[in-house]
């Protein structure tokens, strides 16, 4: 009998990534074996590893004091299994826990097919009436920006939180960056009901993205957007500016320009990875990492008071609701481009060398998006 493989991303060393093929373990009793139909790149992130970037690469991680310290290296070349927006049909399975054909969101990186584990690995049912490709925002991605608008919420309510948009709900609310992660925080807020929705960016291109899916937009640097909206927004005497501020972008000045925007007291939940710290504050590392304040939202962790009403279960169920509602425009405008699983290495060296620009790409097995 052969023995099943998987075609993996591959990182071998800064600036090379390939195709490897990688045995599969045996499917065990309580498992499943998914074939991947989407898998979507996450640039910012996956391209830290291109790039040498990552902090992971140069330091140890120590997850019990919560510190990046001097050592061995947490991660090592070659890196492989990075990406956390897969899309797969169940092909075998030897559990009740999900049926032969059903198809999952799950975060297993950028690889042809993947043997799970019920009891280890998590996996989200898809249902019918989504779109699959979409599906590759539900296990991890979706709930990344999910949490920061839970983020905002307990902000304003602390534990008494009830729905995930109590933090925008007729509020005023900026988004500093027009990447995914910007784009899908802007949609929930819009969703859930923020009275207005203002994305800024540097690039023109992005802003189009953001006008189409529905939020109102800023250019940055050409004017001053701090500026413009303060003049706009107006809440009391000597009180302008935004309610809230996502700041969704890894670089420092755009943290800077989401304090600016700021209305006094008010508050900035940060999404963003800054891989180059900003100057002596390495936000790369501890900020990024250990959730500190400013309010700094990631996925490894909900607001206090929140993680038994407020798991990753729920807030897939949030990005779910999101794609019903919203997919049409994100499918559209947010999904830039779509190729072959074996474009990858091309695909990923292409983005890190800016050669090619991308919102969200997507790796596919599915027939039906090629040529897309």
């Known amino acids: 009998m052969t023995e099943a493989t998987s075609t993996t991303l591959s990182i071998e060393a800064p600036g090379e990534v390939r195709l490897v093929e990688e045995k599969l373990a045996g499917l065990p009793d309580g498992g499943f074996m998914v074939a991947t139909t989407h898998s979507g790149v996450s640039a910012g992130t996956e391209l830290t590893y291109l790039k040498g970037a990552n902090p992971y690469l140069t330091s140890t991680w120590d997850p019990a004091l919560g510190l990046f310290l001097p050592g061995t290296p947490s991660v090592a070349y070659p890196v492989r299994g990075i990406g956390y927006m897969q899309v797969g049909v169940v092909a075998e399975t030897r559990t009740r826990a999900v049926a032969e054909g059903a198809q999952v969101a ?10 799970a584990d019920p009891m ?3 996996f989200v049912v898809l249902p019918g009436d989504l779109d699959p490709l979409l599906g590759i925002y539900v296990a991890h ?13 307990a902000d304003l309510h602390g534990p008494a939180v009830q729905h995930l948009g109590d933090g925008v709900r007729g509020r005023r609310v900026a988004v500093v960056g027009a990447g995914v992660v910007g784009l899908l925080t802007a949609s929930f807020a819009l969703s859930c009901g923020a009275a207005e929705v203002v994305v800024v960016d540097e690039t023109r291109a992005r802003l189009a993205v953001a006008e189409a899916i529905g939020a109102q937009v800023l250019a940055a640097p050409d004017d001053d957007p701090a500026v413009t909206l303060k003049r706009r927004w107006r809440h009391a005497p000597n009180d302008r500016g ?3 501020v996502f700041q969704c972008r890894g670089q420092p000045r755009a943290l800077a320009l989401g304090l600016r925007l700021l209305r006094p007291q008010g508050t900035l939940i940060d999404l963003a990875f800054y891989t180059q710290g900003a100057d002596e504050v ?4 501890e900020f990024h990492h250990n959730g500190l304040a ?5 996925i490894g962790r909900v607001p206090r008071g929140l993680a038994h009403a407020w798991d990753r279960e729920r807030l897939s169920h949030e990005t779910i609701g999101l794609l019903r509602e919203r997919g049409r425009l994100l499918r559209e405008h947010v999904v830039t481009d779509v190729v072959g699983f074996g474009e990858a290495p091309e695909l990923l060296t292409d983005l890190a060398a800016r050669r090619r620009q991308a919102v969200q ?10 040529g897309r």
């Open 106 to 115: 799950m975060a297993y990186g950028h690889r042809t097919a993947y043997v």
């Open 120 to 122: 280890t690995d998590r």
């Open 141 to 153: 991605m979706g709930p990344i920006c999910a949490n920061g608008l839970l983020h905002a919420a």
């Open 242 to 244: 935004a309610d809230l």
């Open 282 to 285: 390495r936000l790369g590392e």
């Open 294 to 298: 400013l309010r700094c939202a990631q």
């Open 361 to 370: 790409a997507v790796l596919s097995h599915d027939v039906e998006d090629e």
